[in-house]
């Protein structure tokens, strides 16, 4: 049995419903299917979820949204016709889309994570009844009705582990199951969207549940690439990695997962398969298990994001300093800020963040208090920082791979300013100026692939 999911390119229009329908009726053991919103059907097209978004803050603030909701019903109503669904099925999803301003929300947090999540709520259930329509016995299946117990943490929640009993109560019969993608419900009954990647997560949370064979996600990329195509032209298709080189990857910018989404399918052991919607006989990536995996070459991938910044202090005899780090530590902590990366020296310490938890004004306040608290001879804050991940499980039995990778950027003269490998041994990340990143990827993979 195969748990596939489709993102919201796949699904943004009549047309991507049917290569979506094909692909589900081309092999019967795709018997759970999960949904995004639909996404953008064209460049400047809006997707449903950031129309819902705006539907949300109109009703927060008190605002008109009739226009909102005619043009997030429109899309729905445009496929649903193309497929002649019973008209109950539109009724439904209209009736839906207006009552949600008359929801109870236990505060506006959660009032937004109800509306974002109907994106897929409504998506999953239009798909079950355009399957029926194409002669395909489907039923939809509500997160609620399945178990999905998450945290209330809304916009960040995290599945409970109880869902994978309630998961294994569920008996997989002739029908397709369409679940929606992107969110559970609370003990207390409130929905509570995942973070980045959420149908990502609830795809994987379905593969552990109901122990798939394979988790097929399909998006509208051919293969995950050794490098971005927009730094490297014509990367190589990778056609094989292990979870944990999927993992150091997303962590460091690559888009297909974020380095959250995949765990449960890691959990449950099942391989996981990124296909194109568009394409969908393309073999893709195939993401499996470390055990008995076959290396082909010491570097799998290259990337590197540019949400980082750093902080760095240095101080004659640091090492000396009895609490140095501690009293830093206690001072991240006051203002609520996690910390990635902290690579040391005897006299020197740099601290990685990730910008997405900062402003301006936190930032001031954090170095004011560490420099009054530790007193450094010198404090920077740098905010032109990138972070590069070499990622392979070849590089453990490979002498000399931090060499092959630092030279290439020594002959190019761009500046590494941190270098530190994983305990995994199998990734070797770089501090590098923003502005350098890119260069750096290239002569990267120019050295191993080229």
């Not at 995950?224 to 990367?235: C, F, K």
């Not at 006989?281 to 290396?295: D, H, K, M, Q, R």
């Not at 902590?333 to 020296?345: D, F, I, L, Q, R």
């Not at 590089?395 to 995994?424: C, F, K, W, Y």
Request: aromatic share 8%.
């Amino acid at each position: 049995m195969k748990v596939v999911k489709f993102g919201g390119s796949s699904l943004a229009d009549s047309q991507h419903f049917q290569k979506v329908i094909d692909i589900i009726k081309a092999d019967k053991s795709r018997k759970v299917v999960v949904t995004s919103a639909p996404g953008k059907r064209f460049s400047g097209d809006i997707k449903v979820t950031d129309l819902l978004i705006s539907y949300a803050n109109a009703v927060i603030a008190g605002n008109d949204y009739e226009n909102i909701v005619k043009s997030i019903f429109d899309r729905y109503q445009e496929i649903g016709e193309a497929y002649s669904v019973p008209a109950d099925v539109l009724t439904s999803i209209h009736d839906k889309l207006v009552a949600l301003p008359n929801g109870k929300y236990a505060n506006d947090d959660y009032l937004m994570d109800a509306f974002k999540a109907h994106g897929e709520r409504l998506n999953a259930e239009l798909m079950a009844a355009c399957l029926t329509s194409q002669g395909i016995t489907a039923k939809f299946v509500d997160p609620s009705t399945a178990g999905i117990i998450v945290t209330d943490d809304p916009g960040n929640a995290s599945v409970e582990e109880k869902t994978y009993e309630n998961l294994g109560r569920i008996s997989l019969g002739s029908d397709v199951l369409v679940f929606p993608g992107f969110f559970g419900f609370t003990e207390k009954g409130d929905i509570a969207t995942f973070a980045r990647g959420g149908s990502d997560i609830t795809g994987s949370i379905l593969a552990r549940g109901f122990h798939a064979s394979l988790y097929e996600n399909f998006t509208d990329v051919n293969s995950i690439y050794a490098a971005n195509p927009n730094i490297v032209d014509d990367p190589m298709p990778i056609k094989k990695m292990t979870y944990r080189e999927m993992r150091e990857l997303s962590y460091a910018g690559f888009s297909v997962f974020n380095d959250e989404a995949i765990i449960p399918a890691i959990q449950g052991q099942v391989p996981i398969n990124v296909k194109n919607t568009n394409n969908p006989t393309a073999e893709g990536t195939l993401i499996v298990p470390e055990e008995n995996f076959e290396i082909k070459s010491p570097v799998t991938g290259i990337t590197a994001s540019n949400r980082f910044a750093a902080l760095y202090l240095h101080r004659y005899l640091l090492n000396k300093q009895v609490g140095f780090t501690l009293k830093i530590l206690q001072i991240l902590a006051k203002y609520g800020v996690s910390y990635e990366h902290m690579p040391s020296g005897i006299d020197d310490l740099t601290i990685i963040f990730d910008k997405n938890q900062l402003d301006d004004k936190t930032i001031k306040a954090m170095c004011r208090d560490i420099q009054a608290a530790v007193q450094p001879d010198n404090l920077e804050w740098i905010d032109d920082y990138a972070i590069i991940m070499v990622v392979g499980e070849g590089m453990r039995a490979r002498i000399g791979t931090i060499e092959n990778i630092i030279r290439p950027l020594a002959d190019h003269d761009i500046a590494v300013h941190m270098i530190n490998q994983g305990a995994s041994r199998i990734s070797i990340m770089l501090g590098t100026q923003e502005s350098d990143a890119n260069e750096a990827i290239k002569q990267i993979y120019n050295h191993f692939f080229n």
